[in-house]
């Protein structure tokens, strides 16, 4: 057995992971939703495909918007998820001896 504060060391780390992906994919998501028709341009030069037809569609640009409330409640099912998500394997590494472990690498 492991001493208990491994565990807290395993479940920050996965955490951590977790807060920083979470993060990353907030800030990413709303600039992206934000710049979709530069994208959407950057993506029609590098393809040379048609991304949005504003004559089939009738509309000229790609409709985007951010909702604050939505936002903030995808971060907050994503930040229980990955945390939840950290419990089962920190306590397991924390409970896993080493030297076991590496037996069979």
Do not use: C
């Not at 780390?13 to 979470?22: D, E, K, P, R």
């Not at 530069?38 to 640009?61: C, H, N, P, Y």
């Not at 998500?85 to 896993?96: D, G, K, V, W």
């Amino acid at each position: 057995m492991a001493p208990s504060g491994w565990s807290s060391v395993f479940f920050i780390i996965g955490s951590s992971i977790g807060f920083l992906g979470t993060f990353l994919g907030v800030v990413g998501g709303i600039y992206l939703a934000n710049n979709l028709q530069w994208v959407a341009d950057l993506i029609e030069k590098m393809t040379g495909a048609t991304v949005w037809d504003a004559e089939t569609r009738f509309i000229s640009e790609i409709p985007s918007q951010v909702d604050n409330a939505e936002v903030i409640a995808v971060t907050v099912v994503a930040l229980t998820l990955s945390l939840l998500a950290t419990i089962f394997p920190a306590l397991r590494a924390a409970n896993t001896d080493p030297v076991k472990a590496l037996k069979y690498e």
